[in-house]
Every structure is written in C-alpha cells, then in structure tokens.
C-alpha cells in the first residue's frame, strides 16, 4: 500500500481561454513573445511546492535516488553538502536539486502530474515578485508556505522564487516566434529535447523574474536549482 504524503493542499484554477506570454512594452527574452491566447480546462495545482519531507517519503517508498548534494548522516537520517557548508535536511523546504526525470517519477508516484506550462503561467497570474525569496539574499528556499501574503490570485504561494519548477512541456516557439537578437540564444534549443522550467529560484534576480520567464534544460540535469509543483485534473 502507498504511503500517505504529507501533500501540499490543491487549489483549484480556473480554465478558459487565457493569455500567456510578454506583451510587446518593456524588456523580455524572444522565447517570451508574442503573447498570444490559449485554452486550458480548469485543474488543481499544488499550493506549495513540493517538500524535502514528501521526497524522502518518495525515495524510501521506491528506492529513488536522493537529490544531488544529499548524504547519509550515518545515523538513517540526511544531509546537504553543498556550497562550501553541511546541513541536515530540513524536511520543510522544498526539495530541490531534482531532474525532470525525476520530478515526473515523483508527480506520477504521488497520483498527481507536472503541469503544463501553460497551465503554470496561468496559477501564476498575480504573483509578484516585490514579496519573493530571490536575489541571493537566503542561500537557499524558504520553507513551504512562506510568503502566504503575497499569494497567485489562484491561492498558490511561491510561485516566484525559491526554486525553478519543472513542467511537462517541451521548449517550443510560441506562434509567430521571431529570433531576437540572433537565432543562437532561443531557436536552436527548440524541440523535444528540452524541458521547461519556471517561477525562478532563491538566487534569481529580482529585476528579471516574471510570471513569462521560460528556462529549460534536459531532462537528466539536476545541477540547477530545480524543485516540484504538481497538478492534477480538476475530476
């Protein structure tokens, strides 16, 4: 039998024909724009992301391996060594350091999935990036639930900051997509082979977040600040 996690509670987001995307005024990355329209059915996101604590509750369930930096303290417990410093992991801040290949294994062991990315920039319409852990200022995420005040208009707290959020999208151009300022820095990472990630971590700058920002990487890369949100069909 499947142990129960400690999950994140779900809110629900509203579907609907929707807008992503920058608008033409004002600084973003080509892979940003156009803005265009899209339709995405009502679905639940988790309200946080996922934690230390569900991951370890994952790995001891299905023998996964542990993110990139974790080591045994020789007592059954975990620590995090990394930049320069050991910690014990602290089962309340989201887990980070995880591949796509991963966070999907998770997403699909906790009956839940990566949501789209246009389903991601949706649950975050309204998040801002004035009240988020980001800018270096931390080393590293806040505990799951932090920032309550400042949440999405859909309820969902985090969502910029903290750490990158893998979805289940490929990195494709939008419709209409021109290259800007050279083909080199976007269009030749579009495809099949790159994963999308968003919302920005702890050590993002301020002044470049937004709820548009698209990174990507491959899907077995676990060296970024890479964590978990997970959705679900609104049944």
């Given at each position: 039998m499947k142990k129960r996690i400690?999950?994140?509670?779900?809110v629900r987001v509203e579907g609907g024909a929707r807008e992503i995307?920058?608008?033409?005024?004002?600084?973003?990355y080509d892979n940003e724009r156009p803005r265009h329209r899209v339709e995405v059915a009502p679905f639940l996101i988790d309200r946080t992301p996922v934690t230390n604590g569900d991951?370890?509750?994952?790995?001891?369930?299905?023998?996964?391996e542990p993110?990139?930096?974790?080591?045994?303290?020789?007592?059954?417990?975990?620590?995090?060594?990394?930049?320069?410093?050991?910690?014990?992991?602290?089962?309340?801040?989201p887990v980070i350091h995880v591949?796509?290949?991963?966070?999907?294994?998770?997403?699909?062991?906790?009956?839940?999935?990566?949501?789209?990315?246009?389903?991601?920039?949706?649950?975050?319409?309204?998040?801002?990036?004035?009240?988020?852990?980001?800018?270096e200022l931390s080393f590293g995420?806040?505990?799951?639930?932090?920032?309550?005040?400042?949440?999405?208009e859909c309820g969902a707290v985090q969502m910029l900051g903290d750490v990158w959020e893998w979805t289940s999208s490929d990195f494709t151009a939008y419709p209409g997509f021109a290259a800007f300022p050279y083909p080199e820095y976007s269009e030749v990472f579009f495809g099949d082979t790159h994963k999308v990630l968003r919302g920005g971590a702890w050590a993002t700058r301020r002044e470049v977040i937004r709820a548009s920002f698209r990174n990507w990487d491959l899907p077995i890369r676990r060296?970024?600040?890479?964590?978990?949100?997970?959705?679900s069909d609104d049944v």
């Open positions: 400690r999950s994140s509670p779900r995307g920058a608008g033409p005024a004002g600084f973003a991951y370890i509750a994952f790995m001891d369930e299905t023998g996964a993110p990139m930096y974790w080591e045994r303290d020789g007592e059954g417990g975990w620590v995090r060594n990394a930049m320069g410093r050991t910690d014990e992991v602290d089962p309340s801040l591949s796509w290949n991963e966070a999907d294994a998770f997403a699909r062991w906790a009956d839940k999935r990566l949501p789209t990315e246009p389903e991601w920039e949706v649950a975050a319409a309204g998040a801002s990036r004035d009240r988020a852990n980001l800018d995420p806040a505990p799951a639930g932090t920032y309550a005040d400042s949440c999405a060296q970024i600040f890479a964590g978990i949100r997970c959705a």
